[in-house]
């Protein structure tokens, strides 16, 4: 493998681990959990993986990273993945996650900058999830999974570390728990519809990553409660349409993770994905009158133009239109799913997991 010097600056710390984690607390380079030390042998191991089986080299960047607007290189990446225990097999899914990251439409800088409590939400898709053991039944961010906790913090880790500048991010409100473990794979088996990476055109045996603005889920619970489709889309319908979602401005493209058992009851009462989002569209939605009126401000030219000076009891839809609504089938069983609202003018991507010159990744067997 190749023997090329390294691009990020080489420590000399105190050979002692409570030395090196005070050092890189100290420093800001962690997130307040301790972590693995970042040698030479360890992140050569990680770079060594990439370019035999992606052919990446250690000083090919895959974007830049803003605020900071550095290069996300594959070496910086295998830095941060070796602190929070990554194996070498997870860096496809990591490459992934900063190339989409790194997407103008995904609009990092202001996700990094804001004072949202919002967070990158990798969702993934294809045999991949397999490949790595990734969790995506029950307690689908459970501590038992490797792969699914140390994912997410690596990517945190990533934009700090190579995108992020001292005070001008992670200045979120409040914060958001999510951010150690926001990683989560798709219940692909369980979906009674394409799974999402399908849905956006990819094979079924391609695998992907979507990443989403995500702020702090909300969880829908109707207890079982709804006997038909029809029932339970009325559920949803009041349970996601208030005036402090955010998206009820018009832009944004909220994510509903449904568990399996809500998705069936969807699908065997004879809704499609698609029909699923129209009905949302629809009748999830925020009176004109219940808005306080200083509000309005922020909201997009579309809304202000069709839903204002109408009626008071004229809908804000959830959406701006029903396909910005995104669908995921996620978790176990049990008769609960989330609500998910996301940060303005930030568009989700989706990126396949290939080779550096574009060519399919076949996934390990």
Known sequence: MSSAPLDAPILELEDSWEA?????????????????????????????????????????????????????????IAANAVMTGCKPEYMPVLIACVQAIADPKFNLDALQTSTHNTSVLPIVNGPIRKAIDLNWGYNYTGSRWRSTTSIGRALRLIMSNIGGTPGSINIHTQGHIGRYEHCIAENEEENPWEPLHVERGYARETSTVTVIPACPAAMIDENGGSATAKDLLRT??????????????????????????????????????????????????????????????????????????????????????????????MGGEGTHSLSVQTRLQCDNVTVPIVRKDGSPWPVPA
């Open 20 to 76: 090196v984690n005070d050092w890189f607390l100290e420093h800001d380079l962690t997130d307040g959990q301790p972590i693995i030390p970042p040698t030479e042998a360890r992140v050569q191991a990680m770079t060594d993986y990439v370019e035999r089986t992606l052919g990446w080299r250690a000083s090919d960047a895959l974007g830049t990273l803003a605020p900071k607007r550095a290069d996300a290189t594959i070496e910086k």
């Open 236 to 329: 949803f319908s009041h349970s996601i349409a208030y005036v402090g979602n955010r998206n009820i401005n018009g832009e944004g493209q909220p994510l509903l993770i449904l568990g399996p058992h809500h998705a069936r009851l969807f699908a065997n009462g004879g809704f499609s994905k698609a029909e699923v989002k129209r009905f949302l569209w629809e009748r999830a939605r925020v009176r004109c009158g219940d808005i306080p009126h200083g509000n309005l401000a922020s909201f997009s030219r579309q809304n202000i133009k069709f839903y204002t000076d109408v009626d008071p009891d004229c809908g804000f839809p959830i959406a701006e239109k029903p396909e910005d609504i995104v669908i995921v089938v």
